[in-house]
């Protein structure tokens, strides 16, 4: 059974960075695409970066853009998103996910297949 295990959330200050971190634990797994998700109290889940199999294209909700990197590492089936200038709205549980079939950068939900337990983010003003 595939697992993704995300690493690194906690509290921020407004304008402060924060590291996210997920790898999969399957040896013979090989995550293609692979994205990041939150979801704020109260709001559905929304998508915030994705990237694709080989790093060369990358998708961010307009809500990050320019905030946010994505990249991975695939000798360690990692993916990381970087958060810089955060935003107490930035504040949310963020999911990662990964696919079995999709190679491209995508920001719908289903394209992916396993999803972390998610982490907690808190941006405080």
């Known amino acids: 059974q595939v697992q993704l295990v995300e690493s690194g959330g906690g509290v921020v200050q407004a304008g402060g960075s924060l590291s996210l971190s997920c790898a999969a634990s399957?040896?013979?797994?090989?995550?293609?695409?692979m994205a990041w998700f939150r979801q704020a109290p109260g709001k559905e889940i929304e998508s915030v970066a994705a990237?694709?199999?080989?790093?060369?294209?990358?998708y961010f909700a307009d809500s990050v853009k320019g905030r946010f990197t994505i990249s991975r590492d695939n000798d360690k089936k990692m993916v990381v998103l970087q958060m810089n200038s955060a935003k107490p709205e930035d504040t949310a549980i963020y999911y990662c996910?990964?696919?079995?079939?999709?190679?491209?950068?995508?920001?719908?939900?289903?394209?992916?297949?396993?999803w972390g337990q998610g982490i907690q983010v808190t941006v405080t003003s």
């Open positions: 996910a990964t696919s079995q079939n999709n190679i491209n950068a995508s920001g719908s939900s289903r394209a992916y297949d396993y």
């Open positions: 990237i694709s199999w080989m790093g060369s294209n990358t």
């Open positions: 399957e040896r013979s797994f090989t995550p293609l695409a």
